[in-house]
């Protein structure tokens, strides 16, 4: 075993508590997930491994909801931001898109300005 391991406590139903990562003295890293964060970090690493062996194409354009997934944030505020500029988007008729570009350019800019 790696001088690092993970423990995964799942919390189902009721108040699950948030991501929660924590060292303990014995060098290993307790790592808490809601079934649903575990769910989607499993679904995100076998994309991952599909598009890199080729399987499948990354998508283009992301919605509202699939890019507010990916930042971890409501899909009504990206929805408010992407109107008042904040976030930047791709407009097609009164649809609102988002790439990879704009959602790394709008992080990048978070990082800028602290």
């Known amino acids: ?3 690092k391991t993970k ?4 919390h189902s139903g009721g108040q699950a508590p948030t991501t929660k990562v924590t060292a303990v003295p014995d060098s290993t890293l307790a790592v808490t ?3 649903r964060q575990l769910k989607e970090l499993v679904r995100e690493m076998l994309l991952e491994e599909r598009v890199k ?4 194409q990354p998508k283009l354009l992301y919605n509202t909801e699939e890019a ?6 409501p899909e009504t505020w990206l929805g408010r931001a992407a109107r008042q500029g904040i976030v930047p988007c ?5 649809y609102v898109r988002f790439t990879a570009n704009n959602l790394e350019s709008y992080i990048e800019k978070l990082r800028e300005t602290g």
């Open 90 to 94: 791709v407009r097609m008729g009164r």
């Open 53 to 56: 062996n080729g399987e499948v």
């Open 7 to 10: 423990i995964l406590s799942l």
């Open 33 to 35: 997930l809601t079934v």
């Open 68 to 73: 507010a997934r990916l930042l971890g944030v």
């Open 1 to 3: 075993m790696s001088e």
